[in-house]
């Protein structure tokens, strides 16, 4: 059965309530709260997200459609897993798309926004770090996706806009399991300045640069927690294996 029928045979109020289920869900996979490889059963995750078994099996089945988990038969659902393989090819597509869309935004990128949006980056709030590295994300996609949207390609927006979304996860991964927050003011500054100018090649190579390096801190912490022998996971994500 394809999603849009079986989202379409549920009633508006259950759909309604799937959809909420599946944001938060969807935003503890990417947190790494719920950590690649977990295991998940519905009572599970509708105890711990307070839903009914309607809602829980329309999160699931749009979780699952989107790649961010798998069924195991009569074991209940797993949270896909992550490989420094995902990390390499998130980057290459970025290292790609990233310093073309810069080059197009010149002359077009709302400057005072990007100030705002990088300041947004470094602020420290006095919350967990697993907190500190979901509001870090958020701001960072920000900055990345209104210079995607500047360049005026809705398709290359698009396409950054998942890519950014496969990085929170890899994100939360690689720094919050290793407890530090990943820093790259000076880059944005450097590309804001390159905008000011109005120096297209610049900013195209100040974005590939930046990829570059933001791609070996990545694949270096990712590579540390995927090696680290039992790690341990969320309290969330052990309740939702009962």
């Known amino acids: 059965m394809s999603l849009s029928i079986a989202l379409s045979s549920q009633p508006v109020d259950t759909i309604s309530q799937g959809d909420s289920a599946y944001a938060r869900i969807r935003r503890d996979i990417l947190s790494c709260r719920l950590m690649p490889g977990a295991l998940m059963t519905e009572p599970g995750l509708m105890e711990a997200y307070g839903i009914g078994k309607s809602s829980c099996r329309i999160a699931l ?19 896909a897993p992550v490989t420094v393989k995902d990390v390499e090819e998130v980057f290459t597509l970025r290292v790609q798309l990233e310093p073309l869309a810069a080059r197009l935004a010149v002359g077009r990128v709302d400057i005072e926004r990007l100030r705002v949006l990088e300041t947004a980056c470094r602020v420290r709030h006095p ?116």
């Open 127 to 242: 919350v967990p770090l697993p907190d500190q590295i979901d509001v870090f994300m958020d701001a960072n996609k920000a900055f990345h996706l209104e210079i995607a949207r500047a360049a005026g390609n809705e398709r290359l927006l698009r396409t950054l806009s998942g890519l950014m979304d496969e990085m929170t996860r890899l994100v939360a991964l690689g720094f919050n399991v290793q407890g530090t927050k990943p820093e790259i003011k000076h880059d944005h500054n450097a590309m804001i300045a390159a905008f000011e100018d109005g120096d297209g090649k610049r900013a195209e190579l100040i974005a590939r640069r930046h990829i570059e390096t933001f791609q070996a801190m990545t694949l270096e912490k990712v590579y540390a927690s995927l090696s680290e022998a039992g790690a341990s996971l969320p309290l969330l994500a052990a309740r939702l294996a009962r």
């Open 61 to 79: 089945t749009r979780l699952a459609h989107e790649g961010f988990i798998q069924s195991l038969p009569r074991k209940g659902y797993q949270v």
